[in-house]
């Protein structure tokens, strides 16, 4: 299972390698790309994919919603937007990361994410989770990997 990484200041790398890590315990092997090394094409051949997101806003009137985007997501949210690829074949789950001071764009990175994802056609495995940054209890995150597990388990090869 690929987890993609878009972060700014490494704050979604954390979350990311501790997801690794459990659903690595549980029998669900992963590898880590950060999402400027992820190309379009590849996520249309992937089945199932994780996405670590965290929030940059240093913009207070983000233009486009690539604006609210570490470097690397933007990257490949806008070639995901230029380029349109069928992601109907994708079962995907969000980790989003923001700071409660961004206001209304706490964790807007996932939300971008999880709309864009939805009109490529890809499908959601589990509800989004968002974590407070800087993150002082990874239980949440626990939590929310064990469901993903069981999700994952359960769900029918289509």
Known sequence: MLIVIGTQTLNALEAAERLQGYLSCWGYPTRLRFAEEVRPAELSQEERVLFCLSTWCWISRPKEPADLLPQGASWLYQRLESTRPDLSRLRYAVCALGERAYGPYFCKA????????????ARPLQCRLELASPVESWEELGDWAMALAVSLKSKVQL
């Open 110 to 121: 996932g939300s971008i994410y999880t709309q864009l994802l939805g009109r490529l056609g």
